[in-house]
C-alpha cells in the first residue's frame, strides 16, 4: 500500500516536496518512480531511482527536480523546484517490490496527489 502527500497550489518559480510512503508487508523494493498526468494526457514518467540509488529525469524537469529514497522506511520523495505552469498534473508514486521472499516483484501504485502551478 502506497500513501503519496505534498501536492498542492503554488506559483511558478515556487517549489513543493512530494512523499510516498509504502507499508504493509515488503520483502524487498526493487526501482521507484514518480509519474504525472496533466489533463487529457497521457501518464508519463517524471523521474525513477533504483535500489543502487541511480535515477533518472525526463528532460522536461532534469535540473529542477530531484527524486530521493529512504530505505529504512521504505520513502520516497520528489523534490520540485523552480515550478512551471506545465508542471500542473496528478502525481503518482509507483514502487517495485516483492512482498514476500516467495512473490515476483510487482508495480504498486500510490493513489495520486495534485500539483497545481498558477502563472
Known amino acids: 500500500q502506497l500513501q503519496a502527500s505534498g501536492g498542492g497550489l503554488v506559483q511558478a518559480g515556487g517549489s513543493l516536496r512530494l512523499s510516498c510512503a509504502a507499508s504493509?508487508?515488503?520483502?524487498?523494493?526493487?526501482?521507484m518512480g514518480w509519474y504525472r498526468q496533466a489533463p487529457g494526457k497521457q501518464r508519463e514518467r517524471v523521474a525513477t531511482?533504483?535500489?543502487?540509488?541511480?535515477?533518472n529525469y525526463a528532460d522536461s524537469v532534469n535540473g529542477r527536480f530531484t527524486i530521493s529514497r529512504h530505505n529504512t522506511n521504505n520513502t520516497m520523495y520528489l523534490q520540485m523546484n523552480s515550478l512551471k505552469p506545465e508542471d500542473t498534473a496528478v502525481y503518482y508514486c509507483?514502487?517495485?517490490?516483492?512482498?514476500?521472499?516467495?512473490?515476483?516483484?510487482?508495480?504498486?501504485w500510490g493513489q495520486g496527489t495534485l500539483v497545481t502551478v498558477s502563472s
Open positions: 509507483m514502487i517495485t517490490y516483492r512482498r514476500r521472499w516467495y512473490d515476483n516483484a510487482a508495480d504498486y
Open positions: 531511482i533504483t535500489s543502487g540509488g541511480t535515477t
Open positions: 504493509g508487508s515488503i520483502f524487498s523494493i526493487n526501482a
